[in-house]
């Protein structure tokens, strides 16, 4: 040990060389020394997980630099249409495993850490912080379709915020939940490349003034009253097995200036740190709440934010290709996802006309060519609206815009329905009614060329109930394009045996091809097959019962039904009515009435936003139900119940290939799509399901003799809601369910406590706003017959299998494949990588 330490280190590989482009082991083992060495200042023989983390991080993201410069240059040198994807969340997940997936060098990684010593890459990828810079499912997609579109070799940019605290973690205390500030930042994150150098300014508040321009022209200009700065960090986004690497570009809020200099002088030195504190604030956290609209001062500030930097980052662009901006619509395709965004449309209406200078006319047409605006949610909650005064205060000349904008339409709304002052009323970017408020959606729908649902039911009745005045004003415009996700997390990297189950039988190019799946229908009678395809299952399992007993101490058995509810908690998601039945099941064991032949884990994953009373309380019901549940002897062997704490992409991972039961049970009409219920097909696992979203479409797809469908359909639940809905008939009707429910008024679940529980039981037996007591019987009834498939082996793996095979359409690959097509009008730009370096440089 006291021999001299050696420090000999060896030289770079050619890293411009696509076949030497230092992939080997030997190559990566050389790459993580260095880094080791002079990037974490540690020695080998000292490192940590983390530090071997991210010594294999930065040797892997060294290796997609070539790729990545040659995409950007591509994009330069030959000139064409690129999609913005603007998203006020992303969530991307871990980075390695996707990275290494990508690049095919997996198993070259492997041995690279075997000479450090580690037996199991798992061990490493295990350390990498996630970051959590989204909510759920919308920022989910934003993530699935950056990879879909570097794998389909689209040139793409990802627009969106780098928050420095991700969606909370959650800890579960006494069966609540606790909120922790996610503080992923905190060891260093490899992935990203700040670029100080292409800063943007973006201005709030302040007024706008009236000015002559050269010509003599009356202009209005704004005068904002403060600044902030957006730094960008680009986060490298490869395709699979493509030289295409796109790139996802965050913003960061810093302050104009370290410290207002003025304020300072004159003594005020407090006043003089404070705007530097509200500007970075700006980036500092994202806000938890998905599916309701907080309207917050801050939350707007961050919108602007991200979507000014975001179009002057891609007018920059143009200016430096010496492309004019009146072909911004020819080179930038803009997708809004959502309406947080939605401030686009009048940022570019801003910056074409005050900035550049350009007509109104001229500009209307340059943003009406380039912007395109998906819908998420039906939820009215949900729906974003500003107050005028609040708008005015923070963006007096965006005011301006879409008042000209407003005008401009309610115009054209004036001759085509002359004397109808209703619709002018309805469809106003406008609220008039109450203290008046500008509806982000209106806004959206009269900026963009396409809007588009996220799920064929979810689109239809975008037409029939949300916007039905503007479908007819412009049924062009209106178009579905149902969501998918990517098959290279989902299936590759999270169920490996199955992978390779699918590469043998179907080959590997089920990967880039999901379709080919359903070549595996010629095996659905095959018994050793369904064997083979039920030990994957198996394996899943074993990893996900084994983290259960780690998290949280409960032992399950992983050859009991698992049964999985893992998405945000909600009320129309209706997590509450997964737990009722879970309580008539356990009542039925009591009783000794079950003929419970099907033991069943029960598992929940997911997060309530913070002040979302309803949706914490449902959580620490669940909880509830578990300590009784798990502690009852006469339950053991038949009925475990289990509430995983702190749902995220990681914990997916190993949710989606362990379960058998996946349970989309949402009031029908609430749920935009869903994406989980496609994960969870991919994996083998069969639905138990409600004609809401997506499901519609699995359940087609799929065939009805594979998906266990219950409950009232959108058109039932709207004709009981206008006849005077009383969740108490159906309770009358309902033994069972009475049962359950006098069990939960004593207190059975509460350690006797009857308060406890009774704002969520007024809420179901009172206005019960999800008709959870309308679905309740026919929940139950599926519930039993999926037991009874359980029990025939053969029967549940070949419909488990057909699900799989019958998957592919749910590929983000398809879905991507339909915006390029129908609304983007993109098509795919190979990218090419030669060894000569003057090419790439
Ligand atoms: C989800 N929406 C839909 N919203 O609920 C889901 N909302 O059905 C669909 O599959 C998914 O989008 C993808 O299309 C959300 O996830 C949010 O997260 C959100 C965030 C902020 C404000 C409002």
Known sequence: SNEPFDLRLPTPGCYLDPEKAGMDSDALFKGMTEHLFFTLGKLATSASPHDLYMALSYAVKDRLMTRYLAS?????????????????EFLIGPQLSNNLLNLGITK????????????????ILEVEEEPGLGNGGLGRLAACYMESLASLQVPAVGYGIRYEFGIFNQLIRDGWQVEVTDKWLKGGWPWELPQPDESCFVGFGGRTESYRDDKGKYRSRWVPSEHAIGVPHDVPVLGYRVNTCDRLRLWRADATESFDFYAFNIGDYYGAVEEKVASETLSKVLYPNDGTDEGRRLRLKQQHFFVSCS????????????????????????????????????????????????????????????????????????????????????????????????????????????????????????????????????????????????????????????????????????????????????????????????????????ITNMELLKKLENKKDDANFLQEFEETKLRGKRKLASFIHTKTGILVDPSSLFDVQVKRIHQYKRQHLNALQIIAQYLRIKNGTSNYKAPRTVIFGGKAAPGYFMAKLIIRFINGIADVVNSDPDMEGLLRVVFLPDYNVKLGEIVYPATDLSEQISTAGKEASGTGNMKFAMNGALTIGTLDGANVELRDLVKKENFFLFGKTESEIMHLKNNSYSPKTFIEKCPELQEVIRLIEIGHFSNGDKELFKPLLNSLTGNDPFFVMADFEDYLNKQDEVSNFWNNKKAWNKMALLNTARSGYFSSDRSIREYCESIWKVSPMPVEITCDIEEIT
């Open 72 to 88: 950007q240059e591509v994009i330069r040198k030959k000139p064409q249409k690129t999609v913005a994807y603007l998203s006020a």
């Open 108 to 123: 070259e990684a492997e041995d690279a850490l075997k000479r450090f010593g580690i037996e199991s890459l798992s061990t």
């Open 311 to 510: 179009l002057q980052d891609m007018l920059r662009s143009l200016e430096k290709r010496s492309i004019p901006v009146t072909e911004f619509a020819n080179h930038w395709t803009v997708q809004l996802n959502d309406t947080h965004p939605a401030i686009a449309v009048a940022e570019l209406m801003r910056l074409l006309i005050d900035q550049y200078q350009i007509g109104w006319d001229k500009a209307w047409n340059i943003t009406t060519s380039s912007v395109a605006y998906t819908n998420h949610t039906l939820l009215p909650e949900a729906l974003e609206k500003w107050d005028l005064s609040l708008f005015s205060d923070l963006l007096p000349r965006h005011l301006e815009i879409i008042y000209e904008i407003n005008w401009r339409f309610l115009q054209q709304l004036r001759l085509r329905y002359p004397g109808d002052d209703k619709i002018l009323q309805k469809l106003s970017i406008i609220d008039e009614e109450g203290s008046k408020s500008v509806r982000m959606a209106h806004l959206a729908t009269i900026g963009a060329h396409h809007i588009n649902g996220v799920a064929a039911l979810h689109s239809d009745l975008i037409k029939r109930q949300l916007l039905p005045e503007f479908a007819e004003l412009w049924p062009e415009k209106f178009t579905n394009v149902t969501n998918g996700v990517t098959p290279r997390r989902w299936v590759a990297l999270a169920n490996p045996s199955l992978s390779n189950l699918l590469e043998k039988e179907v080959g590997p190019d089920w």
